[in-house]
């Protein structure tokens, strides 16, 4: 699949065959994932993947009961590190040693910048780890769907109760689940969702947002249907 098929063609799916995604397939799909771009380049996330029936019924428990947690041939749950400065020594050593920093004092800089986003508040480390973990889940999506494996991102859970049913660290936000598996038949086909027109939602230069009153209902499929 092209880039532009993949982009246009992409949909969250609900109903999943019965064929795994094998092991291989997923770590292509991470790979993929793990080339999005990150703040400082920290790369904070995290990703567990659960394909046990016991721990999927689990997962789907705590995501407020939605089948298709468990109905997928794995559902990800996808992490952020809430601490910036966790990976920071091998991420800038190298910077170093490929010159995009010219030395060492530069590098504990950069070491004392990122330790001080660890003293941020923890509603400050959320917004920043879910920032740069999204992209690497959007990226994830994509990947899997260029290997025509489909997913759904999921932000209907208990954290809480996720975290204690998965014994996660408390240095973790979930940041959200990623439902992943081949399609049943047609899931993949159904009509394509209303999207906002590009002229509502981009603004060059000066912005003036666009109440729900004024969004016309209609404009956003034929732009869509040119992409396709
Ligand atoms: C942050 C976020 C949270 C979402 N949460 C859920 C969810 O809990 N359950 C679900 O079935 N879909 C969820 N979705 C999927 C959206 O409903 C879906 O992306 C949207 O309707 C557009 O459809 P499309 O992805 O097929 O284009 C979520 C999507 C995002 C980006």
Redesign the pocket.
């Known amino acids: 699949m092209d880039y532009n098929e993949v982009v246009t063609t992409r949909?969250?799916v609900?109903e999943y065959s019965d064929e795994d995604v094998s092991t291989e397939t997923l770590e292509a799909v991470f790979r993929k994932a793990t080339y999005a771009p990150s703040s400082f380049n920290l790369q904070p996330w995290e990703f567990l993947v659960v394909r046990d029936d016991d721990r999927l019924a689990t997962l789907a428990e705590v995501a407020n009961g939605?089948e298709?947690v468990e109905e997928a041939s794995a559902t990800v749950v996808v992490l952020g590190n809430l601490d910036p400065s966790a990976h920071a020594d091998p991420v800038f050593d190298d910077w170093l040693r490929k010159g995009y920093i010219p030395d060492e004092d530069v590098k504990e800089q950069l070491l004392d910048t990122v330790e001080g986003m660890a003293d941020q508040s923890a509603a400050e480390r959320r917004v920043w780890t879910n920032r740069s973990t999204a992209l690497a889940a959007q990226q994830f999506m994509t990947a899997a769907w260029s290997e025509g494996v489909a997913t759904?991102?999921?932000?209907?859970f208990d954290a809480d109760a996720l975290v204690e049913a998965f014994d996660i660290d408390d240095g973790y936000e979930p940041v959200?689940l990623v439902t992943v598996g081949y399609p049943a038949e047609d899931a993949a086909e159904a009509e394509r969702?209303y999207r906002r027109p590009v002229d509502e939602v981009v603004h060059y230069g000066t912005f003036e947002p666009v109440t729900g009153a004024e969004v016309d209902e209609t404009a956003g499929e034929s732009a869509t249907a040119a992409d396709d």
Not at 152 to 156: L, W
């Open positions: 949909r969250s609900h939605q298709h759904c991102p999921m932000e209907g959200m969702k």
